[in-house]
């Protein structure tokens, strides 16, 4: 995708004439989590076809579109539907509403999306705050010329995934008495769910949970500096000495069964930020 910040700011100016507020925080929600979209207040709908070179959501589940309104008495733009890898865009293309978010205003942003678990501590529907990522994808989507405005050419990811604010997300789910876990989220490109021998792979180089989607976005928040909260909802078990056949119908329906506390759980932390 060339002239990235031209393509931005033409994306922001539009979306601009369609709100009075600018939002500050950025939720992009993954599988089965789009209902949350549906609590915003005031909210402005914009589909993804509208917006000038947005791509176009293809996967059930996911509606295509931003959503932009209050919640819990902050200004947010959420992305009810998120874009992949596997349904063909680039990696560039993944990421632009990312680009795009920063460009309205957003400083923090929150990650979610459904994933298997492969620590043996977990199980189907536990909730787990993302500390850290493997980039198994083999692509990157600061790959090509680099747009200094934007961020350095070698950006740090020491710091992915922003501690202080993993600190809130733990904090916030104690005192809403939900459990959650932490660890490595390991992002494939997909669409294929991975043999057990991949998974054995991914376990022992580091990974708690494996998932499609997050990595780019959270490498591109981090090239434009803005923090980052990332949360896995565990919707199957990816266990490569027990694996069982896995339909997307079973993950959403572990999604479905998850949401009313994962929507409690980030309506707290946008009240908390």
Excluded: W
């Amino acid at each position: 995708m060339e002239n990235v910040l031209g393509k931005m700011q033409e994306s922001a100016s539009f979306i601009n004439h369609l709100i009075t507020e600018q939002p500050t925080i950025g939720l992009i929600l993954g599988s089965g989590l789009g209902e949350l979209a549906d609590e915003i207040e005031n909210p402005v709908r914009i589909n993804y076809g509208e917006i000038p070179h947005f791509p176009v959501s293809t996967v059930e589940g996911h509606a295509g579109q931003l959503v932009i309104g209050q919640l819990h008495g902050k200004q947010v733009v959420a992305m009810q539907g998120r874009f992949h890898f596997y349904e063909g865009y680039s990696m560039q293309e993944v990421t632009f509403p990312v680009r795009v978010m920063k460009q309205l205003g957003v400083e923090v942003i929150v990650v979610t999306n459904a994933c298997g678990g492969m620590n043996p501590a977990f199980k189907p529907g536990d909730l787990m705050i993302i500390e850290d990522h493997l980039n198994m994808t083999g692509a990157n989507p600061l790959i090509g010329p680099n747009e200094s405005e934007l961020g350095a050419r070698f950006p740090d990811m020491s710091v992915a995934y922003t501690p202080e604010l993993v600190s809130v997300v733990e904090e916030t789910a104690k005192k809403l008495d939900i459990s959650v876990q932490k660890g490595v989220y390991a992002g494939i490109t997909g669409p294929t769910y991975m043999t057990p021998a991949e998974l054995k792979m991914l376990r022992i180089v580091g990974g708690d949970a494996v998932g499609m989607s997050t990595v780019p976005e959270v490498i591109v928040a981090s090239h434009m500096e803005m923090k980052v909260i990332g949360i896995s909802c565990i919707t199957d078990m990816a266990i490569g000495e027990e694996l069982e056949p896995l339909t997307h119908d079973q993950v959403v329906e572990v999604a479905n069964r998850t949401k009313p506390q994962f929507i409690c759980l980030v309506k707290e932390i946008v009240s908390s930020l």
